[in-house]
């Protein structure tokens, strides 16, 4: 399966990542199987750039794949958005886009109920992350090539 990960370089060998502010799935390596997405993700940068990658399963792997939104993947971006940890090597599902996020917040700040997020979070185009938690998850990766879009 072909896979896409946009930044502000290409990124012939993936790193774990613990950025400071927390992300859906926690920290890794994210990537995603929508080319378009991967360009909205490298155009938040003055040089923009997709990496593609070979992605090939691995059976041995603990993998938690949410197959649309649901109250357990609320909870669990809840969670990790909050500094959670989890155990999973790789997590596959929606991304929390910046509206959505905004929506998490306030439904963890009290001001949203769960009912008035779910009224709130219908997405104006699919969405897809699939976070690669650790070094043996990006053993699943083999970088293609990659191309400026800007």
Not at 7 to 16: H, Q
Not at 20 to 48: H, M, N
Not at 92 to 116: K, P, V
Request: aromatic content about 16%; glycine content about 6%; hydrophobic content about 40%.
């Amino acid at each position: 399966m072909k896979v896409y990960h946009g930044g502000y370089t290409a990124v012939e060998l993936p790193k774990i990542l613990k950025s400071k502010f927390p992300k859906d799935f926690g920290a890794g390596f994210y990537c995603t199987e929508l080319e378009i997405q991967a360009v909205r993700w490298a155009s938040r940068y003055d040089t923009a750039v997709v990496s593609f990658y070979e992605y090939t399963p691995d059976e041995s792997l603990k993998m938690l794949v949410f197959s649309e939104m649901t109250e357990e993947w609320l909870d669990f971006v809840v969670d990790c958005r909050s500094g959670g940890k989890h155990n999973f090597d790789i997590v596959i599902g929606a991304m929390a886009n910046d509206q959505i996020y905004n929506y998490i917040s306030d439904f963890i700040d009290g001001i949203l109920t769960r009912e008035q997020f779910w009224v709130l979070a219908k997405f104006k185009y699919p969405t897809h992350q699939i976070c690669f938690c650790n070094k043996k998850a990006l053993k699943t990766l083999q970088f293609v090539d990659s191309n400026k879009i800007k």
